[in-house]
């Protein structure tokens, strides 16, 4: 049905009988002649049917958009002054001679070309019409090849793909679970995999030394922006590496990535320790293209009457930072208002400013709200700090550290991009010596990265202190987004029971919940750890998309749902009774 894609036809075939199979892109009537422009995966080539073979001339005249057809012609140079050079195959055209339906197509719900007119969910209902666009093929062969480089990569570094069970146990990785009733085991569910980590750590104890898998991972969150409750890891795991093997061996995976995918050298990924992290930019996932940090001026704070930065500049558990931006005076009232606005998503109370107009004139020529607040001699030893200069605004964050950290990290990405300040394209680091634990709102701690994380103390250490203690854990970051993270896990029994104890996970149901790992650390089990990248979100960087939903085949909406099969579906009642399950009926 086919001798060559339409895409791949050029001027060295000009002469050639060829044959073509696809669907009509666009047919055109100019008087006499009919343009078809016949498209498949590879691109689009014009075919021109006159009226001399009135029989095919009569069917390429019936044909509509997204009819699916054959047609056998001749390539000819397309005649002067009508090439196409933004097309590949502008140089040519076919001329048909025969033309067979393949098949007809009702009108489609939208026109490719006009997919913006129509909203999201029209889109997701007819999926497999939008993934015929060229731009969401382009994404989806893209997405092949860096699946394909990165299983290349892996294996030629004797890494093995062995699958892990998709019906399992939970898996602690802060999420709710997906559950599966069980037919054959009454009352009992599965749950899908967060992650495969408890078998990859297994598939160590077993000895099979490096480990991989392209692996869809479940979670039952909220949705945020942009996160799918079904998604892909590149799973990874090594047995006798430290961190310093396995940040090389990945981050020379991700570094041949992009040379060869996109031709782009990252450099070496320079590190930072999550503390500094925190500190500089607000975030455990700094944004490095934007040179914009927020800086601590709380000690010059601590005793002004103004209690709105004093009470934080005093807590032990507040922070009060500034956010200088240069170039900044000149905002207008309504975008700091919009930024007070957006700040206050974060949690943060409002949003306090000071316009550096003319430093000459001392407090004088500064202009804010709060600057009569602050006292005159404490306004310029904040303007000292920062360094500020004539037309910089500097804006301010005091409450609880989170607060500060997560309203002006988003502040500062916000108003980099806004005011076009990013300065590179890319922008990788590794963030590393992560917090074992974090508080709760109840005041509890849980591990920040997840239970199996090995601590840098000892056990004693670890349950005589373990809040501030650090783990050895480490991300990877590429412009403001976590590409991958992961950890030198615990391998012995001590340290896993120590971990499990400061978390107030007791025996027993550490014993319920993974006994089978505890288990496995008795037989054996060898210094290990490992990562898992984020497909979707590399994709997503790589192919410069706005949402990971451009780079899935078949995402879900925001609230989970897929609109294309309406899953998630209502079962018969035969079902629920083989199962012996009772629907309540919601109120
Ligand atoms: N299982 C971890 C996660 O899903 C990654 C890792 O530690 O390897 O985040």
């Known amino acids: 049905m086919r001798s060559h894609y339409c895409g791949d036809l050029r001027a060295e075939h000009i002469g050639e009988d060829i ?7 666009r047919r055109r009537d100019h008087g006499g002649v009919i343009f078809l422009d016949l498209r498949d995966r590879e691109g689009i080539t014009q075919v021109v049917f006159d009226p001399d073979r009135e029989e095919s001339f009569n069917l390429a005249d019936s044909v509509r958009n997204e009819y699916v057809v054959e047609v056998r012609g001749t390539v000819r140079a397309r005649p002067e002054g009508t090439i196409n050079s ?10 048909g001679k025969e033309l067979v339906i393949l098949n007809k197509a009702e009108t489609p719900p939208f026109q490719l070309d006009e997919h913006q007119q129509v909203g999201e969910d029209v889109r997701l209902r007819h999926r497999y019409i939008d993934l015929r666009r060229p731009e969401i093929q382009r994404k989806l062969r893209f997405r092949s090849k860096i699946t394909h480089n990165i299983r290349n990569f892996l294996e030629d570094n004797g890494f093995l793909d062995i699958e892990t069970p998709i019906l399992t146990r939970a898996t602690p990785e802060g999420a709710r679970d997906y559950l599966v009733p069980s037919r054959t085991h009454e009352g009992s569910f599965f749950a899908l995999p967060q992650s495969p980590q408890l078998f990859k750590q297994l598939l160590m104890v077993s000895g099979f030394d490096r480990y991989y898998q392209i692996a869809k991972c479940f979670r039952d969150e909220d949705l945020r922006a942009d996160r799918q409750p079904e998604f ?11 961190e310093e093997g396995i940040m090389g061996l990945t981050e020379g995976m991700i570094r041949d990535l992009f040379n060869e995918v996109l031709g782009v050298d990252l450099g070496q990924f320079p590190r930072m320790p999550y503390a500094e992290a925190m500190q500089r930019f607000g975030s455990d996932k700094p944004d490095l293209r934007i040179p914009l940090e927020l800086i601590d001026v709380a000690d010059l704070l601590q005793d002004i009457e103004f209690k709105v930065f004093a009470g934080p500049a005093k807590d032990p558990k507040g922070r009060v930072a500034a956010l200088k931006v240069p170039g900044g005076a000149e905002l207008t009232r309504k975008i700091i208002d919009e930024y007070t606005k957006f700040v206050g998503i974060y949690g943060a109370k409002g949003l306090a400013w000071i316009k550096v107009n003319d430093l000459e004139k001392g ?9 009569k607040f602050l006292g005159d001699d404490v306004a310029m030893k904040v303007m000292e700090r920062l360094e500020a200069k004539n037309g910089d605004i500097v804006f301010f964050g005091a409450d609880k550290e989170s607060v500060v950290n997560e309203a002006l990290g988003a502040l500062r990405i916000k108003v980099g991009e806004d005011m076009n300040l990013i300065e590179r394209e890319w922008a990788p680091l590794w963030v590393v010596d992560f917090p074992m634990f974090e508080e709760t709102d109840n005041g509890s701690l849980t591990a920040l990265h997840h239970p199996f994380t090995a601590p840098s103390c000892t056990p004693d250490e670890l349950i005589a202190q373990p809040e501030g203690k650090l783990s050895r854990a480490y991300d990877m970051v590429l412009n403001g987004t976590e590409l991958g ?21 007791s025996d027993e149901e550490a014993e319920e919940k993974f006994g089978f790992l505890l288990n496995a650390l008795k037989f054996g089990a060898p210094p290990h750890g490992g990562l898992a990248f984020g497909l979707d979100r590399l994709v997503m960087l790589m192919t410069g998309s706005s949402s990971i939903r451009e780079v899935i085949a078949f995402p879900k909406t925001q609230s989970a749902g897929c609109l294309l099969t309406d899953a998630p579906g209502e079962v018969s009642a035969a079902q629920l009774r083989e199962l012996n399950i009772k629907l309540r009926k919601t109120p």
């Open 363 to 371: 407090a004088e020529g500064l202009q804010s709200p709060i600057v």
């Open 19 to 25: 044959t073509l199979s696809g669907w009509v892109h």
């Open 86 to 95: 933004e097309m590949g195959t502008g140089e040519i055209e076919v001329l």
């Open 485 to 505: 993270g992961g950890s030198v896990r615990i391998h012995d029994q001590e340290m896993q029971k120590a971990v499990f104890k400061v978390l107030g996970i």
């Open 232 to 242: 892909t890891q590149i799973d990874i795991e090594t047995s006798f590496m430290d």
